[in-house]
């Protein structure tokens, strides 16, 4: 006996010990390892599919614009944007209002990627609430938005691409 008092229990919330953070954590764990298995059979990285899908979304935005949405440094998102534009699947285009940015739009090889990613994202999303039937789905969908946005998270973007180093992406 050393005389140093029992760590506290853990304290449950709610009468069957409900713990939202953990079961949060257990299950965004799961989804990360499952997509980037996903991905991977495209020969992307999470944080290269989440990019693709970004530049998609809005052809045309400058790299500075995306490194701040994403909060990458923009020296970090150069570097990261080199890795994927080498690949063909990116690229940048001179901003024809201001010369000193670079636009990113997705190339004939990433379109096709994005092909692939569609429907790596419907097969997981599918897997991931098979147990949720379209009601259930759609309420939590809601209800998890609402947490993001109480957390001050970013809408749609990982909080992956702040710690992200180009060398060994994980997002």
Same mark, same amino acid.
């Given at each position: 006996?050393?005389?140093?008092? @029992?760590?506290?229990?853990?304290?449950?919330?709610?009468?069957?010990?409900? %713990?939202?953070?953990?079961?949060?954590? %257990? +299950?965004? &764990?799961?989804?990360?390892?499952?997509?980037?298995?996903? /991905?991977?059979?495209?020969?992307?990285?999470?944080?290269?599919?989440?990019?693709?899908?970004?530049?998609?979304?809005?052809?045309?935005?400058?790299?500075?614009? +995306?490194?701040?949405?994403?909060?990458?440094?923009?020296?970090?998102? /150069?570097?990261?944007?080199?890795?994927? &534009?080498?690949?063909g699947l990116v690229e940048r285009r001179r901003?024809?209002? @201001?010369?000193?940015? %670079? @636009?990113?739009?997705?190339?004939?090889?990433?379109?096709?990627?994005?092909?692939?990613?569609?429907?790596?994202?419907?097969?997981?999303?599918?897997?991931?609430?098979?147990?949720?039937?379209?009601?259930?789905?759609?309420? +939590?969908?809601?209800?998890?938005?609402? /947490?993001?946005?109480?957390?001050?998270?970013?809408?749609? /973007?990982?909080?992956?691409?702040?710690? +992200?180093?180009?060398?060994?992406?994980?997002?």
């Amino acid at each position: 006996m050393t005389g140093t008092p @029992d760590p506290a229990p853990i304290p449950h919330t709610g009468p069957q010990g409900a %713990q939202v953070a953990f079961l949060l954590s %257990q +299950l965004g &764990e799961h989804a990360s390892q499952a997509f980037a298995r996903r /991905v991977a059979e495209l020969d992307l990285t999470p944080a290269q599919a989440g990019l693709l899908r970004t530049v998609a979304l809005s052809p045309g935005r400058h790299q500075q614009e +995306l490194a701040r949405q994403l909060g990458m440094s923009p020296s970090r998102f /150069v570097a990261f944007v080199d890795a994927i &534009e080498a690949r063909g699947l990116v690229e940048r285009r001179r901003n024809p209002k @201001d010369r000193r940015f %670079q @636009d990113l739009y997705l190339a004939p090889q990433g379109e096709e990627a994005m092909r692939g990613l569609a429907e790596a994202a419907f097969a997981h999303e599918e897997a991931i609430c098979a147990g949720l039937d379209p009601q259930e789905r759609l309420a +939590l969908a809601g209800l998890l938005r609402r /947490v993001a946005e109480t957390q001050h998270l970013t809408a749609g /973007v990982h909080p992956g691409y702040r710690r +992200l180093d180009p060398g060994h992406d994980e997002a």
